[in-house]
């Protein structure tokens, strides 16, 4: 089965009504952009000649902003510093049209920093100001109580974890148990060393590495047909049983992606990327698009094939990217011969 443009189009008319809920670490990304014309007299490193900077919310954060871009609506549940970062977050979130109403400030944690230096379209170094977040029992019912009342008024929840420490399992039993109650799909983006019960969610979204790591098996070079790599089949299998998701959608960068579906047969997705200049964020334009995907009425592999168109468009663009609506279904359109 392959998804046609009309189908998308058909779908995605769908979003401007669908709220999405994202619960995950917050995070700023910062970009200082440059050029490089001679090696430093003081170490073998490059000097980068600033021509100008920018930040905009990266992380969880990320992920709404793709919701944003997609044409859906997009809410957040996390927690930040009691900083001038957090605050230029939460103006530029307010700003882009998130709802803040889940997220909580904390005077014992800074906000997370990433700060990326490209040059000629290169990225050179980043540099990350984080700590592990520990926020009190207090603290936690309140946010676990802020997201029950925002689930409330969802079309689907996605939890994002960058294992900075904002989602715990009371979180994941929180959100699981809400978004049961409400019928509504829940998607998890997660981090390969951060083991967390989530039987009943309805995807899992890891990459490759992630894959392997969460599954506890060494990785080996990838097939040129994930349908023919035993070790990932295995692995498919293994975080089947492990985390007994609906569906596992394992990203395989230029390999596309393996959807694995309640013990069905894997099916695998091709890559629909023209050219890739960075991957940074193509895991949450996956997500973020599948699972208001589904909110739309999507099947499961007809989220899978719009994710990963979605994901061939962002991959093209240079440092932490969205697609738009009108991107995905230009990118559709472009392969319409394959998708016949």
């Not at 014309?37 to 902003?65: D, F, L, Q, Y």
């Not at 676990?144 to 689930?151: F, G, K, S």
């Not at 962002?314 to 998708?339: P, R």
Request: hydrophobic fraction near 40%; glycine fraction near 10%.
């Amino acid at each position: 089965m392959k998804i046609t443009v009309q189908r998308a189009q058909e779908l995605l008319c769908h979003a401007k009504n669908k709220q999405i809920l994202v619960v995950g670490d917050l995070m700023m990304d910062r970009f200082v952009y440059g050029s490089v014309s001679r090696i430093s007299p003081e170490a073998p490193v490059p000097v980068v000649h600033v021509s100008h900077e920018k930040a905009m919310p990266g992380g969880a954060c990320n992920v709404a902003s793709n919701l944003l871009a997609l044409g859906g609506k997009a809410a957040m549940a996390g927690i930040v510093g009691q900083d001038v970062v957090g605050a230029e977050l939460k103006g530029q979130l307010r700003e882009s049209g998130v709802a803040l109403n889940a997220v909580i400030d904390t005077e014992n944690h800074p906000t997370c920093v990433k700060t990326r230096i490209v040059a000629e379209r290169q990225q050179v170094v980043r540099v990350d100001r984080e700590e592990y977040l520990r926020v009190s029992a207090s603290e936690m019912a309140r946010f676990c109580q802020l997201i029950e009342t925002e689930i409330a008024g969802a079309d689907g929840v996605i939890i994002e974890d960058y294992g900075k420490g904002s989602v715990q399992q009371a979180v994941v039993d929180t959100v699981l148990a809400a978004a049961a109650t409400r019928g509504i799909p829940v998607g998890y983006d997660p981090k390969d060393d951060h083991i967390l019960k989530m039987e009943g969610v309805s995807v899992v979204t890891p990459n490759r590495k992630e894959a392997f790591g969460s599954a506890g098996v060494a990785e080996g070079k990838p097939c040129n047909n994930p349908l023919e790599d035993e070790a990932l089949l295995e692995v498919g299998r293994i975080l089947d049983a492990k985390w007994k998701a609906r569906n596992t959608l394992i990203t395989l960068g230029p390999h596309g992606m393996l959807l694995f579906n309640e013990g069905a047969n894997p099916q695998h997705i091709p890559t629909r990327a023209r050219e890739v200049f960075d991957v940074s964020g193509a895991g949450d334009t996956v997500i973020a698009t599948y699972v208001l995907a589904l909110a739309c009425g999507a099947t499961y592999l007809e989220a899978a094939e719009l994710a990963n168109f979605a994901a061939g468009v962002v991959v093209g663009k240079l440092g932490t990217a969205t697609c738009t609506q009108q991107e995905l279904i230009d990118n559709m359109t472009a392969h319409k011969e394959e998708i016949r």
